[in-house]
């Protein structure tokens, strides 16, 4: 039968196929990063006259601020330089136009891309969404 040496041997053998195997990548389970995200504030535009939707902003840490703008009426113009967007006064329109898509009087919801920094402070800021010089929704930023 077995002798210890033969033993000694296998168990070795079957150790060292165990840490290979174990050292070897696995392409069962990969290494995904995970997006860390915090919502910091929202904009809701609820008067039914005007645009009527939300602005979401998130915070992705060391990366930027999003806006995700999603409305389900009010954007009549299908042409995304027709629309300006002004918050705390300033007028933020170049970069919410760049993913901008309208099809139907609605947006996608496409993110707006600003740098990490946009993000504070905009709680209590003026949002005003204007179709040409036509002002078509204004809401006041909630933080979170």
């Known amino acids: 039968m077995f002798t210890q040496k033969t033993s000694t041997f296998a168990f070795l053998a079957l150790l060292f ?8 990548p696995s392409t069962f389970s990969p ?4 997006r860390q995200e915090e919502t910091v504030a929202h904009a809701n535009f609820t008067d039914v006259n005007e645009a009527v939707g939300e602005v979401l902003f ?17 954007f009549e113009s299908s042409n995304p330089e027709d629309y300006f967007f002004i918050i705390g006064g ?5 970069t919410m136009r760049k993913n901008l898509t309208i099809s139907n009087g609605a947006t996608a919801p496409n993110p707006a891309i600003f740098e990490e920094s946009f993000c504070d ?17 204004s809401t006041v930023i909630e933080g979170n």
């Open 31 to 34: 290494n995904l990063q995970v």
């Open 17 to 24: 196929f165990v840490a290979l195997v174990a050292s070897l």
């Open 121 to 137: 402070g905009l709680d209590g800021k003026e949002f005003i969404i204007k179709l040409q010089n036509e002002e078509i929704g």
């Open 90 to 94: 300033e007028d933020v329109s170049g």
């Open 58 to 74: 998130f915070r992705i840490p060391r990366q930027d601020c999003e806006a995700i703008l999603q409305f389900f009426k009010g």
